[in-house]
């Protein structure tokens, strides 16, 4: 099989010369003078290939990731030093002292390896499923829950009562993204992330919160928290360049601190025409260091699910829904929230029905929100199944959130989550039972009872 190649940059041997003489499968077709020549040629068909010699500060994950897009792999002859960004951003790394035979077999293996793991991809590698296995480490996902409710982790809680008769919580098999996703219309996907962060917060869990709406963006103004930057797209950058870390993440993130538990929240855009900012394959790479950060992140989702806006573009552009429907293929668990009326509740179901075809294999929970007699009639949750039942999803309904405005308003109002501004209402207990086990709520039912913050920290 012929390889062709492109390359860019000057060596301090002519490794180039050396490639064409070996007269291997290894083809150099074009020598490019700069990077965004090289990125032409290659989405043109040209090559399969692309090698970067010498300067490669210029060098993004957002480029890798749209060559890797038109089955390019990327080849870089770097130092030591720069090996580790490298490679953080999925290219390929080998040493400067590479002699022409090694480098000519270092691109062949690399092609064959991207051409074996795109045939063996199902359809959620359109939306990097791959490559966020590329920046969590050893590839794997977390395996599924049995039941939505999550127990904390073993080193954050309190050892079980046996007075009580609850047994001891079990840790969290590994570390959970949570996406909270809804059809548009306001259905209460941010108020339900928010609280469910908060609730999994109070159990002892560390959670990070993360406002991935490039629609709306709205967790700031609910919390309180001065709207001045941007932490999700602050983020994004360092990770497209390479140099997000762990650490660098919890200082790019907003502390809340709250009766009874912290999150850290990864704040939206301060305006909707800054989409562009979250770079999909830079997202990609913020999600696989929030599992190191954080025991639980819940991530706020946009709502659109469409995915062709790159065909009104002749070349590759950024999508304003990327960010939506990476959060959506990097979630363990994707909690669907639909308003509980005649016009929310068959918005949701189509809603399902196009993301379950996009994410066959995603772990979807349904909760049914804003649920009143007003809307439905007597019995309401009798009534939603059956309507529920009629417009015939396989996906049964999981939860049903009531509806309780005057909760939600004096919440909205003080900047404060459910837990703090109304304990005992109706709503944040539904929500709680969501992501909390029965025995979690009992054993921290006094700290419900707090509503003092005790602090917000940037």
């Not at 390019?72 to 290219?91: C, P």
């Not at 962060?197 to 002892?204: F, I, P, R, V």
């Not at 009872?449 to 602090?455: L, N, P």
Request: hydrophobic letters at 50%; proline letters at 6%; charged letters at 20%.
């Amino acid at each position: 099989m012929q390889i062709p190649v492109v390359t860019v940059g000057q060596s301090t041997q002519d490794l180039v010369g050396e490639l064409e003489k070996l007269h291997g499968p290894v083809t150099v077709v074009r020598r490019c003078g700069e990077l965004a020549e090289l990125l032409a040629a290659c989405q043109s068909g040209l090559a399969r290939a692309a090698v970067v010699l010498g300067d490669a500060t210029e060098l993004t994950a957002t480029l890798v990731d749209r060559l890797s897009a038109v089955g390019v792999v990327v080849v870089v002859l770097a130092d030591d030093d720069e090996a580790a960004r490298l490679r953080g951003i999925g290219a390929v790394v080998t040493a400067c002292s590479t002699d022409p035979a090694a480098l000519a077999d270092r691109i062949a293996v690399a092609v064959a390896s991207a051409a074996g793991t795109s045939s063996a991809g199902g359809p959620t590698e359109r939306f990097g499923a791959r490559a966020l296995n590329r920046f969590s480490g050893d590839g794997s996902s977390a395996p599924p829950m049995e039941q939505p409710a999550l127990q904390p982790a073993a080193h954050g809680v309190p050892a079980a009562d046996p007075a009580d008769g609850t047994e001891p919580p079990a840790a969290l098999p590994a570390t959970r993204i949570l996406a909270v996703w809804g059809p548009t219309g306001a259905p209460g996907r941010t108020t339900v992330a928010m609280n469910m962060a908060a609730e999994l917060a109070a159990c002892g869990i560390s959670v990070l919160l993360v406002d991935a709406d490039s629609y709306g963006p709205s967790i700031s103004a609910s919390l309180g928290l001065l709207d001045e930057s941007a932490g999700l797209a602050q983020a994004c950058r360092l990770a497209d360049q390479g140099l997000l870390t762990a650490e660098g993440l919890r200082n790019v993130a907003a502390s809340v601190v709250f009766a009874g538990g912290q999150i850290r929240v990864l704040t939206g855009l301060t305006r909707a025409d800054r989409w562009p900012e979250l770079r999909s394959a830079a997202l990609v790479g913020v999600l696989g260091l929030c599992r190191e950060v954080a025991d639980v992140t819940v991530i706020d989702c946009g709502f659109c699910l469409e995915t062709d806006e790159e065909l009104s573009f002749d070349t590759a552009a950024p999508r304003r829904n990327a960010a939506t429907l990476r959060s959506l293929a990097a979630a363990d668990t994707i909690f669907a929230v639909g308003a509980a009326d005649a016009v929310g509740l068959p918005r949701l179901v189509r809603g399902l029905a196009e993301l379950t075809a996009l994410l066959p294999q995603a772990e979807l929970v349904v909760a049914l929100n804003k649920v009143r007699s007003a809307a439905t009639g007597r019995a309401p949750e009798r009534a939603l199944k059956l309507a529920w039942d009629r417009f015939g999803p396989e996906l049964g309904i999981g939860h049903f959130l009531p509806w309780d405005p005057a909760a939600a308003d004096k919440s909205l109002n003080a900047g404060q989550l459910l837990l703090e501004a109304v304990p005992e209402a109706a709503l944040r207990a539904a929500i709680a039972g969501i992501v909390c086990a029965p025995a979690q709520l009992k054993r921290r039912s006094a700290v419900g009872r707090t509503t003092a913050r005790t602090g917000v920290s940037r």
